[in-house]
């Protein structure tokens, strides 16, 4: 298997991944959707709420808000030593969130909730929480935990991974001098015209939608679109929880040890 890096920052990642299968994109798809834990807010304790939200979507909107997660200090509470319901300290965090709208009609934004642990905050402190009338209070607690997406989305960690086949593009030899209904057609800006010829622009963006196939006048069309069987192009964006690069790696990893777990329920079978 080989693999190439096209864009990386902080959020996103771009990658090519030749020599591997569709069963195994899709594994790694699902797995980074679904079992790569991430720390979302699990329960509140409303102290005081004078907003005209009810407790339960303010409580909703504050498990959506994305969390920073520390893969490394913290355990999922079902395999956490303390086995408490409630948890420790190795598998809880405590936020608090304590605003009153002093002026006048004021916004509460993600920033202003305060945590124990300063690695454990929402992602951004733009997001809204809730919108106070003047005198109006806001006093809670609530208690962060890891978790995984199969069990509720605000703990996935991406907002996006998708994969597609790559792209291969063959352009006509000849000139088109009076038709560039490809050029035209394609959502993605893959071709240009250069010296009356159909060139590729942009390759990498094309999404195998074959309009531009449709679109030439010339049946069989000189302009042929097709995809390689054992090379993909995937994309993942976090949501700012976990780096890209973590999640592909923790999905990997998740696949590796469901791969040695029915090994061994194989073996014991055949004992
Ligand atoms: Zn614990």
Not at 65 to 92: A, H, I, M, W
Not at 138 to 165: D, I, N
Not at 226 to 241: R, V
């Amino acid at each position: 298997m080989k693999m190439e890096i096209l864009e990386k920052n902080d959020n996103i990642l771009r990658i090519v991944i030749r020599e591997a299968d569709v069963p195994l994109m899709n594994a790694l798809r699902r797995i980074a959707l679904a079992e790569v834990p991430t720390m979302a807010i699990d329960e509140v304790v409303m102290i005081e709420n004078s907003s005209i939200l009810q407790d339960e979507i303010i409580a909703h909107r504050l498990g959506l808000t994305p969390l920073k997660t520390d893969l490394d200090t913290y355990n999922l509470p079902e395999v956490c030593e303390c086995k408490s319901e409630f948890g420790c300290p190795q598998c809880r965090v405590t936020l608090t969130l304590d605003a009153e709208a002093k002026e006048g009609t004021r916004t509460v934004y993600s920033g202003e909730i305060v945590s124990e642990n300063p690695e454990i905050i929402p992602v951004s402190d733009k997001i809204p929480i809730v919108k106070l009338a003047k005198n109006q209070k806001l006093k809670l607690e609530a208690y962060a935990r890891l978790g995984k997406g199969k069990t509720h989305a605000k703990w996935q960690p991406v907002s996006m991974c998708a994969y597609k086949y790559f792209p291969q593009i063959t352009v006509p030899t000849e000139k088109c001098a009076d038709c560039d209904k490809c050029v035209d057609i394609c959502p993605k800006k893959v071709f240009v015209m250069k010296d009356e010829k159909v060139d590729v622009r942009d390759l990498l963006a094309c999404n195998l939608c074959m309009d531009c196939v449709e679109a030439c006048p010339k049946k069989p069309a000189p302009l042929k679109v097709e995809w390689e069987k054992n090379a993909f192009i995937m994309n993942i964006e976090s949501t700012g929880a976990l780096h890209p690069e973590r999640i592909l790696q923790e999905a990997t990893k998740a696949l590796g040890k469901q791969l040695i777990e029915l090994e061994e329920l194989l073996k014991a079978e055949a004992q």
